[in-house]
């Protein structure tokens, strides 16, 4: 019984330090897929702050146009209103 116990033993500690190693890989995969996702997110992160200035320039800009049709509206308000025939 003791010599079965052993070998059973033996067997485990033998197969435990070949599942290390596929264990290693495994955790080296991980890891530099963990990177590239890491990388991929920051890239993302600098995408979505470019779109985020362009979209408030956008707004701004938007802003000014109406801005300037309100005041050409008032000045075209103001030629018609002291028009005379």
Not at 31 to 36: F, G, H, L, N, Q
Not at 40 to 67: H, M, N, R
Request: net charge negative; proline share 0%.
């Amino acid at each position: 019984m003791l010599k079965k116990i052993t070998a059973v033993s033996l067997a485990l500690a033998l197969s435990a330090c070949a599942n290390t190693d596929a264990l290693d890989a495994n955790i080296t995969s991980l890891t530099s897929k963990v990177d590239a996702l890491s990388s991929q997110v920051s890239d993302l992160e600098a995408q979505q702050q470019s779109v985020s200035a362009d979209v408030q320039a956008a707004k701004a800009a938007a802003e000014q146009a109406a801005t300037d049709a309100k005041a050409a509206n008032e000045r075209i308000d103001n030629v018609v209103a002291s028009y005379k025939k």
